[in-house]
């Protein structure tokens, strides 16, 4: 019998961290932007909390999924400006072609932070309240799921920094609002509320308060952790490569996928719960 199950589950965690706040309990890790003076705007630190944040949840059994949410009155007000100003002294150096090379390996550095919400295999949700702009728009929509407040924000502000947008925003946008909408919001920078946000499907649902969008989340949160923990792994696996394959190819993965996976001791656990109507218990 295996050592885990998740009903009943009750263990608490909380790891304090300076820019990343993270709270585990009953399978459901919170990972709360912890910068409420800054509006939460990313500095160097934060960067590196929120990959490794990513990366215990996706180390950690007892994380089933993960929401994603801000401190204080907004979700994230991208990049810290007093970051993005220092830059040039992070990658300074005489050699023209070595400085280059240091903030190509910077840019990609943090794409990587960025994307670590896709590479985490659990489920990522974003609660979104307040302002959502800039870099955090790159954030949201590496999510798998967003939900916003109603008094929620949103707007790609790069191009009034006069910047190219370059830790995903470009790449991802397009595939969740469609070309047309994501060329207009990128290269105009306007602002969209929430009520049109969810109008674009950049967001599932609007929630009337911050509190109301939390509850949501970890509803939405809580059915999922009750799910075969295997089956959502590889729900998001493979959604994730057929966003980015064709179909032929996608298909050809999903049939080794379950070829490798489907054989486990979740689909008796599933059938047995469904004919005794009780909730089903995996195993970690």
Same mark, same amino acid.
């Given at each position: ?15 304090t &961290? ?7 309990a ?16 990313f ?12 990366r215990w ?11 994603l ?7 994230c ?9 220092n830059?040039q002294?992070?990658?300074q ?7 280059r090379e240091?903030?190509?390996?910077l840019?990609?550095? @943090? ?7 896709e &590479? ?12 959502c ?31 190219t947008?370059?830790?995903?925003t470009?790449q ?9 909408v ?8 306007r ?10 499907? @950049?967001?599932?649902?609007? @929630?009337?308060?911050?509190?109301a ?8 949160a ?7 923990? +295997? ?29 490798a996976?489907? +054989?486990s ?20």
């Amino acid at each position: 019998m295996p050592s885990r199950w998740f009903f009943p589950f009750t263990q608490e965690i909380v790891v304090t &961290h300076p820019s990343v706040r993270t709270e585990l309990a009953d399978g459901i890790a919170q990972l709360t932007l912890n910068r409420p003076d800054k509006s939460n705007a990313f500095d160097a630190d934060m960067w590196q909390a929120l990959h490794d944040a990513l990366r215990w949840a996706d180390d950690t059994p007892e994380v089933r999924v993960v929401i994603l949410s801000g401190a204080g009155k907004n979700f994230c007000a991208g990049i810290d400006l007093a970051m993005l100003m220092n830059i040039q002294h992070i990658i300074q150096n005489d050699c023209e072609g070595r400085k280059r090379e240091a903030l190509r390996r910077l840019i990609l550095q @943090l794409q990587g932070d960025i994307s670590s919400l896709e &590479h985490c295999r659990k489920p990522v949700i974003a609660a979104i309240h307040g302002a959502c702009v800039g870099g955090a728009i790159d954030l949201i929509t590496a999510a798998d799921i967003r939900f916003a407040s109603a008094d929620a924000y949103f707007a790609v502000r790069e191009i009034d920094m006069g910047m190219t947008a370059d830790v995903g925003t470009l790449q991802r946008l397009p595939r969740i609002v469609g070309e047309g909408v994501a060329r207009e919001l990128c290269l105009t920078g306007r602002r969209v509320d929430a009520t049109e946000a969810a109008s674009l499907r @950049l967001v599932n649902r609007v @929630l009337d308060t911050p509190e109301a969008l939390l509850a949501h989340a970890r509803q939405v949160a809580a059915d999922i952790a009750g799910k075969s923990p +295997l089956a959502v792994r590889g729900t998001k696996q493979v959604l994730n490569y057929s966003r980015d394959h064709s179909v032929a190819d996608s298909l050809e993965y999903v049939a080794n996928w379950n070829a490798a996976m489907l +054989l486990s001791a979740d689909i008796q656990q599933a059938v047995m719960a469904s004919m005794r109507k009780t909730p089903a218990r995996f195993a970690d």
